[in-house]
């Protein structure tokens, strides 16, 4: 049986967050959903669709998910090495975005790439969210 690969950004975005906020979360069990915009439209140069934050009660952002047409981004805000390493690793598209502070684009450009994602919010999660670089 052959299945089609998602490669629909806003799906992409939507089976990210399944994982993350999922009942087996292991080490991502720190993670959290916010800010979810449902009725987000993908964008060519992105739309915004939820943020990523870890913690309990002093919240740390992680990063921020938008959708395009093909894929989803997803900017870590801390962790900017560990998650361009990380990415590496898994075998996904990344790059440093020179902004201040620096952040780090991870691309998610299929459903399957989700599972491979989740090893870059891992090891920033190991090395600690606060860390910006």
Excluded at 23 to 29: C, E, I, N, S, T
Excluded at 58 to 77: K, M, S
Excluded at 99 to 107: A, D, G
């Amino acid at each position: 049986m052959v299945w089609d690969a998602i490669t629909d950004g806003k799906r992409i975005g939507q089976l990210l967050a399944s994982e993350i906020d999922g009942p087996d979360r292991g080490v991502l069990g720190s993670l959290d959903v916010l800010e979810a915009d449902p009725d987000v439209e993908p964008a060519t140069g992105g739309a915004f669709a939820y943020r990523i934050v870890a913690g309990g009660d002093e919240r740390t952002d992680v990063g921020a998910a938008y959708v395009h047409p093909d894929r989803l981004r997803v900017e870590f805000e801390t962790g900017v090495r560990t998650a361009l390493d990380a990415a590496a690793e898994a075998g996904l598209r990344a790059r440093p975005k020179a902004t201040q502070p620096p952040r780090t684009l991870v691309f998610v450009e299929s459903g399957a790439d989700v599972k491979r994602s989740l090893r870059v919010f891992e090891a920033v999660l190991e090395d600690g969210p606060e860390q910006t670089g």
